[in-house]
């Protein structure tokens, strides 16, 4: 059974930091390209970051300069890391596997940026 499941968010202030965590398991995770996406209320779910099997990241524009994706083949973890938050960076934040054809995504965690 495939499990994907997400951590880390609560409530912070805006220009606050928080790093999410995402812990795989039923997968061989080194083979698996992970991503991070974000939805906010009332809004379409986007992509965040994602990081491919030999590390190399990309990161929405939203995102870049601000937030940092790494993985951890060994625990089979994906983390990121969030700084300088916003209040438009309130969403609930997933992350998903892929290989080829085969995708997977946790339940989320609720991130919320406000004062």
């Known amino acids: 059974q495939v499990r994907l499941v997400e951590s880390g968010g609560g409530l912070v202030q805006p220009g606050g930091s928080l790093r999410l965590s995402c812990a795989a398991s039923g997968i061989i995770f080194k083979d698996y390209v992970m991503y991070w996406y974000r939805q906010a209320p009332g809004k379409q779910r986007e992509l965040v970051a994602f990081?491919?099997?030999?590390?190399?990241?990309n990161y929405a524009d939203s995102g870049k300069g601000r937030f940092g994706i790494s993985r951890d083949n060994a625990k089979n973890t994906v983390d990121l890391q969030l700084n300088s938050l916003r209040p438009e960076d309130t969403a609930t934040y997933y992350c998903k596997a892929v290989y080829g054809f085969r995708s997977f995504w946790g339940q989320g965690t609720q991130v919320t940026v406000s004062s």
């Open positions: 990081i491919t099997t030999s590390s190399t990241t």
